[in-house]
């Protein structure tokens, strides 16, 4: 099933969910609103154009790569905890892909407080390690946990709790989540790649063939 979540309008963060059964379920016009939808973005993708990444963001993969990935993510969403691993895997791959990360937390204070642990450890460059140890732990954490899971990532994690309530690391995520109003991103994960919004946890052959399909149109586009 696609997992839509509505996204707060402003900087107010939200946890409302969603559920949609698959689509040939859907009462009316679901092919058009899909449609439209995607058009919809694919326009807002063009309109932003470098503006969706920020200096900021944490970066994995080839930082000069020719396909880049920018994925939205919630820390809690377990759609998102089955994308990542795939990136990642994707990555060891094809030595040619940037990725940005974008956390965007809609799903509650946990999902809050563990989206600001992540860019708190990315000011120690720890942002990869945090992320994959917040995937290894199901139950939502506290403070008391986030730091000792920073101090056993060798991070300061005293410095890590004190850094969740700075303002800098909130305005970050804010504007993630209005970055991501502006996309029309509905769900969480997504990934915008090719000039496009790819909704879902995609699987790794799926992955390879839309960064193949964006390789082959920007070589397209520079002949």
């Known amino acids: 099933m696609r997992r839509r979540l509505l996204l707060a309008l402003g900087p107010t963060l939200i946890s409302a969910l969603a559920w949609a059964a698959p689509q ?6 679901s092919a058009d609103s899909d449609q439209q939808l995607e058009a919809a973005q694919r326009a807002a993708v063009a309109a932003l154009g470098n503006r969706i990444a920020d200096p900021t963001d944490p970066v994995a993969g080839n930082p000069l790569g020719d396909v880049t990935l920018v994925v939205f993510t919630d820390p809690l969403c377990p759609f ?3 994308l990542i691993p795939t990136v990642r895997a994707l990555l060891q791959e094809d030595r040619g892909v940037k990725v940005i ?22 000011a120690q460059g ?37 850094d969740l309530d700075d303002p800098a690391i909130k305005a970050r995520l804010a504007a993630n989540i209005a970055l991501a109003q502006q996309l029309h991103i509905e769900g969480t994960p997504a990934t915008v790649v090719g000039g496009r919004v790819v909704p879902g946890a995609v699987h790794l052959d799926d992955l390879e063939e839309i960064v193949a399909e964006a390789r082959a149109k920007a070589g397209s586009a520079v002949r």
């Not at 040939?24 to 016009?29: D, K, N, Q």
């Not at 937390?105 to 450890?121: D, I």
């Not at 403070?143 to 920073?150: E, K, S, T, Y």
């Open 24 to 29: 040939e379920t859907l009462l009316g016009p």
């Open 80 to 82: 998102c905890r089955r």
């Open 101 to 122: 990360w974008k956390d965007i937390p809609v799903l509650g204070p946990a999902s809050q407080l563990e989206a600001r642990a992540l860019l708190a450890a990315q």
């Open 126 to 162: 720890g942002y990869d390690r945090m992320q994959y140890a917040l995937l290894q732990v199901l139950a939502p954490l506290d403070r008391d946990d986030l730091r000792g899971i920073a101090d056993a990532l060798d991070l300061n994690g005293n410095a890590i709790v004190r």
